[in-house]
């Protein structure tokens, strides 16, 4: 298909590093032309271990390749010349609103492809050519086009900056050290950019190493996750086995009573009946006696009457006799005690061992967050290496109560504020519980001001609604508290309370060892002293809570 001249200049004849009409073409193996100067250029500006690649498609070569002038394209040029056809630059050629412009450009100014470092300008591929064909100007340190040029001058003497002061750390000109940087430790920007470079190289390698080995990590958890999840799956099919054969166990075993008492229920029913069946008999045989009874005393002749009365006075013998007796009837009542003792065992049993079972599966830890053999904190500064940052849970809170500073302050109001309902807000008592769940070895501290405040942990399973002493922190055995009002405090759990003596101070400490079942209280003021310790087993992740007393009263995790 035939093309105008606008056309094949913009195609076939414009250089796409010079953006001008092609001046000595080349074409490199992958079958793009160039400028042999501006190929040349670009591939003495690249990598010089030897690999070489095209401007357009990236494609790289090894060796450079060897340049020759395309004929049949030169021939070509010289017919456009003839015609006065010139390759204009695309649209895309010329700079935009977020583009850096050449400097020298008239008129509608194409994109910089450089910025000079000595002339502080920028440059298109045109008029950067002297740059590479002027020997004083290929000492210029060319780098990518920036709008920053200005920059590098100095506002004081309006020259380039090319020292560095290390005293007060700031790119500087030649003539700073003479005024305000007299005396300074000053180096040429190269010579503080080499060691700066160093320094880079160093923190570069410092960074991959840790790449290298968070990967390693990251490897070793997936691999680690793909056993848990294996794991899991095992333990859960073989535990469905077990609890299936359980409820098998129980379903024959609740199959023979039934049998056993459906058997007894016969038995007895057919020993009833029969003995029913005799007693039948014997007063329907009665009835007849006694109507013939009846009759022959309804007899005139007195011979007959006494032929006949031997005969129709006898009696056969009666059923009911000694062994004939009719117990209290209780309807298995034995048998139903027998079994509601069965229930109660099973019950028993269940609770305990089901404890166990969570306790076994809270147990199953594969990282190891801190050594088995590290002790238990002493100072405040050992405390506070397992601080824990704890916010506040809205959906818990009471509607009574207001959070703050990030939803680590509550304070009570004295009106019910716009809380949306939730199933997991405490209706009853002003207590709120966090948003994190809190396992291994956690620290945290609260500041109270006003009346006082309950400092607890809880399961999450805590009853909420309502005003029962199992909603109350340290009144139940799902939480444990320490009650802090201005004069003393008191430990609960489980509905058992207990007075604690220590110093009086606005700020506690609260430490746990989820893993060793350890909860401790501190009063924190210049020292740390401990105000209460508890050593338990904890089956589930616990929460941190807060139940405040008073209007106007707060707490705060700090």
Known sequence: MAQTGDQLNQDIVSCSICLDVLKDPVTIPCGHSYCMNCIKVHWDGEDPKGIHNCPQCRKTFTPRPVL?????????????????LQAAPADHCYAGAEDVACDFCSGRKLKAIKSCLSCLASYCEKHLQPHYDVAPLRKHKLVEPSKKLQENICSVHDEVMKMFCRTDQKSICYLCPVDEHKGHDTVSAAAERTERQRELEGSRQQIQQRIQDREKDVKLLQQQLEAIDQSADKTEEHSQKIFTELIRLLQKRSSDVKQQIRSQQEAEGSRVKELQEKLEQEITELKRKDAELQQLSHTEDHSQFLNNYPSVSALS????????????????????????????????????????????VTEVDVLLSEPESEPEPKSRADFLKYSSEITLDPNTANTYLLLSEGNRKVTVMNKSLSYSSHPDRFTGWFQVLSRESLTGRCYWEVEMRGRGADLAVAYKNISRAGGGTECLFGRNDKSWSLDCDQNSYEFGYNKMKTSISGPQSSRVGVYLDHRAGILSFYSVSETMTLLHRVQTTFTQPLYGGIGIWGFGSSAEFV
Do not use: C, W, Y
């Open 68 to 84: 020759e002038k395309n004929t049949m394209l030169a021939d070509l040029l010289e017919e456009l010349k003839k015609t006065g």
């Open 317 to 360: 013998e009666s059923t009911d006799s000694p062994s004939i007796k009719i117990r209290p009837l209780r309807h298995f009542e034995d048998v139903t005690a027998a079994v509601s003792e069965l229930r109660d065992k099973l019950q028993d049993i269940l609770r305990e061992e089901g404890t166990n079972i969570s306790l076994r």
